[in-house]
């Protein structure tokens, strides 16, 4: 075998066997040269992409077709397309699912001669590294069943490049060579692994030996394998072929073999045999299953009622009825079986040869469908679509037919029907039709064509549509349609706008063999309905960026300039402005627009009267809509537009028709009529300038606001700071004197005098604090820290060290979780802490103080709550207790400026938090308040 003439060293075989014993090498040499002149199949290899790259002589031999003719070509020269496809379906398959499996198919060869030859395929998979490289096939001619061997003679220069073994094993093939004696002298390492032998002890022993010893003990029929195995050894078996069954076992896989055996004539085995084992497991499995489905299927035929469905010989007598059968032709099975099918078709049908025509497409195409009428046992006709499949054996035998047929004659009456109904369709169909031949010459023309294309029949019969059209060869969507549907014999079709008949043309061609079909119609309403949609999303589109563009945009100019610049692009106009009204109503400043002269944006002004566009509009309550300013009769002007000859516009109000801000249009220098959608574009428009105007206003007069604001704080900051701090030297002079009067005149003082001195010492203890902590809360926006990264478990740590003594005193517990870290002003936030400790602790009632202190995590916010089991609040006071000075308690009661709280909601607010409590009488408080959270 060789891969291309004259060559030795092949892909097939593989490389050569590189050793230094040359005789070791000759002995396998002639091993399979004899192997190879002992098959009678043909031998090939294929590439990755089904290209010969090796054939053997049979193969030569089998197709007729030279060595050179096949090495290069793809397999597709001798294989039906039907065939490759098939095989290249089960390469896939194997390759996705990791398998080496033998993949066998039965298939028709193209010889060189015009014949065919049926062929049994077993092809392996050649992978390498992971990679795909090719197929390696045995074929074999199932033609003429058995075949004698006649032998070639012996070459002894037959060029070798390497072991025929690899080939073997590759393809899955098991093999044994017995000499003369029946001893064997060469087996691959497949037949050892099917049989679950060891290869070295095998070759030199009797095969007899080996038979009865070791390998029928493996078959599940051993008697009757080693009976027709051992048969073959009588020295006058020709072929030898049967089947036989491996058991599993610890050394072997159950799998089914296939036994092909036959003598060795010529060469150095001469005498002796050469046994074949394929493994047809799958196949075996597939026949088995075969034969369950078909007794399912033969019982679900019996039941099925709406079809006959019954089986033919080769001839076409019908062999099984089923019970729709019976229904539909009337026939008991035994009227019919044994009768020819020609029995159901008419008369007619008979005598033109409608049923062997029928077989014999079958028989050649595989299947073939047919309707028409056929014939009941009562002699009654029904409509009938029958089909009718050729059945074939594993071995390509033909073994009849199988015939369906089903009962159409309803459906055939509905279609007549509605043939009748569409017949009258056609007629009131209004499309306009014509018809060309191959050489697009007219050769049928109706009246709405002749309508449509100004023409009559008479003028166009037998003119090139490119002459009578000659605008139509030149569009490239026209040409190519026709160019097309000639080409590749499918329908298509076409829009274009006809310039010489103003209107837009949808046409669908149906090319045939002798030209083409062409129906076409009128568009234009659909297509400017189309147009009309398209612009209308756009002007919705243009709105709605204008919109987020306002939103996005602190500058006015430059909003007003975009809105002009789409408004007249969406609209095709040359001209829009956007008119400033001045303060006395007079005149209108072009203040932003496109289109206009140098010098005019900015400078040019309306006149705000009733002789303007612009005037009327401020003086109507709607929109102004000028189609043909020259004809129009509610007003003349003004220049800004005649001198830029305007012909059509629309004018609107931005803002409110009693407190209009200005106006603003849009304007041609053609006359056009506007939509009611354009109307209202140009109005939404307005309003979104309207909306940014009276935004950008609001945001001036806030922005005052909080600058006032601002001022006064800062102004009351300072009034605070002063008081407080002018109100400090009187204090403490009044102090002094009292400590002053307590330290000369203690002794003299009665009871009175000393409680009356004690009073006033009190007083300006309390004075004191209160400026101190009006100062304070003065102070928390002037004196504060910056914020920087706080630790409030720290924060809340020291303010418990600041307040151990009252803690201890009054034997308070303080529970705490694990508290965040915020941005912040540390001192602050102990100081928020210390002030809504202190008062837990001094509004706790009888009981010791329990504190709990906790934080939870709120969206972009921590929530911090100080929660006590004290007196609690009543829910009226929760808003009070947070303004400054305001006390629930006498100073008897408990001690305290009323700043504290007031305070602590100052800084939380500093912070950018809130603060509030949640209490009741005799339950206790929660005061929480939430601070931002920190990034990351």
Known sequence: MSSRPGAADTAFWGDADDGDDDADVDVALARYRTL?????????????????????????????????????????????????????????????????????????????????????????????????????????????????????PAESDRPFSGPMADVLDEANIGVFVLDESYRVAWADETVATYFGLDRDDLVGRDKRTVVTEQAADRVEDSE????????????????????????????????????????????????????LYYDVTERTRSADELLETEARFHSLVDAVE?????????????????????????????????????????????????????????????????EGWRVRKDGSE???????????????????????????????????????ELQQVLGRISDAFYAVDDDLRFTHVNEQAEALLQQSEDELLGTHLWDVFPSAADTDAVRDAFRTAMESQAATSYETYVEAFDFWVEANLYPSETGISVYFRDVTERKERERELERRARQQHVVADLGQFALETDDLDELMEEAARQVASVLDNEYTKVLDLDDDRRELLVRQGVGWDEGIVGEATVA?????????????????????????????????????????????????????????????????????????????????????????RYQGELEDLVADLQA???????????????????????????????????????????????????????????????????????????????????????????????????????????????????????????????????????????IDVSAERDGSDWIVSVRDQGVGIDPDDADRIFEVFQRLHTHEEHTGTGIGLALCQRIVERHGGEIWVDAAPGDGATFSFTLPAMDG
């Not at 036989?244 to 060795?264: F, N, Q, V």
């Not at 409509?383 to 159409?408: E, P």
């Open 306 to 370: 709406e079809y006959a469905l019954f089986r033919m010989d080769p001839d076409g007598h019908v062999v099984s009825w089923n019970e729709g059968a019976k229904a539909i032709k009337g026939y008991e099975p035994d009227e019919i079986l044994g009768e020819h099918f020609s029995t159901f078709y008419t008369e007619a049908d008979r005598e033109a040869g409608v049923p062997e025509r029928n077989l014999r497409q079958a028989t050649e195409s595989g299947s073939v469908e047919d």
């Open 382 to 420: 029904f409509w009938a679509n029958v089909t009718i499949t050729a059945v074939y054996d594993d071995d390509g035998t033909h073994r009849g037919f199988v015939k369906v047929t089903r009962d159409m004659t309803d459906r055939r009456r509905r279609e007549r029907e509605l043939e009748s």
């Open 36 to 152: 190879l002149d002992t098959i009678d199949e043909g031998v090939y290899q294929l590439d990755d992409g089904g290209r010969f790259v090796a054939v053997d002589d049979a193969v030569i031999e089998t197709t007729g077709y030279s060595r050179e003719t096949l090495l290069g070509e793809h397999v597709s020269v001798v294989l039906h397309d039907d065939d490759v496809e098939r095989i290249q379906r089960a390469i896939a398959t194997r390759l996705a699912a990791d398998t080496r499996d033998v993949a066998s198919f039965e298939v028709t060869a193209r010889t060189a001669d015009g014949g065919t030859v049926p062929l049994e395929l077993r092809i392996s998979l050649v992978v390498e590294d992971g990679e795909f490289q090719g197929t390696i096939g045995v074929a074999r001619d199932v033609s003429e069943g058995e075949r004698g061997v006649e032998a070639e």
């Open 712 to 850: 006064s704080n800062e102004r009351l900051e300072q009034f605070a700071y002063a008081a407080s701090h002018d109100l400090q030297e009187p204090l403490r002079m009044v102090s002094s004197y009292l400590q002053l009067i307590e330290t000369r005149y203690g002794d003299e003082l009665d009871a009175d005098g000393e409680e009356f001195l004690e009073y006033a010492v009190d007083g300006a203890d309390r004075m004191r604090d209160m400026i101190d902590g009006l100062l304070q809360y003065s102070r928390v926006e002037t004196q504060g820290d910056p914020f920087e990264p706080v630790d409030l478990d720290d924060v809340l740590d020291v303010v418990v060290d600041d307040l151990q003594v009252r803690i201890d005193e009054s034997d308070a517990v303080v529970e705490t979780t694990s508290l965040p870290r915020v941005m912040g002003d540390p001192s602050q936030l102990r100081q928020v802490f210390q002030n809504l400790l202190s008062n837990a602790i001094e509004y706790s009632g009888d009981e010791p103080p329990r």
């Open 224 to 275: 009757q394998f080693a009976g027709r195995v051992l048969a073959t050894y009588d020295g006058t078996s020709g072929v030898e072929q049967f089947g036989c069954h491996i058991t599993a076992g610890d050394d072997r896989e159950e799998r089914w073999l296939e036994h092909y055996s036959r003598p060795i004539d010529s060469g150095q085995y001469a005498g002796g045999r050469i046994e």
């Open 608 to 696: 705000a009267d009733d002789d303007s566009q612009a005037g009327y509009t401020l003086l109507s309550e709607g929109p102004v809509v000028v189609e043909d300013l020259p004809a129009e009769t509610r007003f003349s002007g003004p220049d800004l537009l005649t001198d830029h000859g305007v012909r059509s516009g629309i004018s609107t109000i931005i803002g409110s028709v009693d407190d209009p801000w200005g106006i603003f249009g849009t304007h041609d220098t053609g006359p056009q009529q506007f939509s009611r959608e354009d109307v209202k574009f140009v109005q939404s428009v307005a309003n979104v300038i309207a909306e940014a105007i009276e935004r950008d």
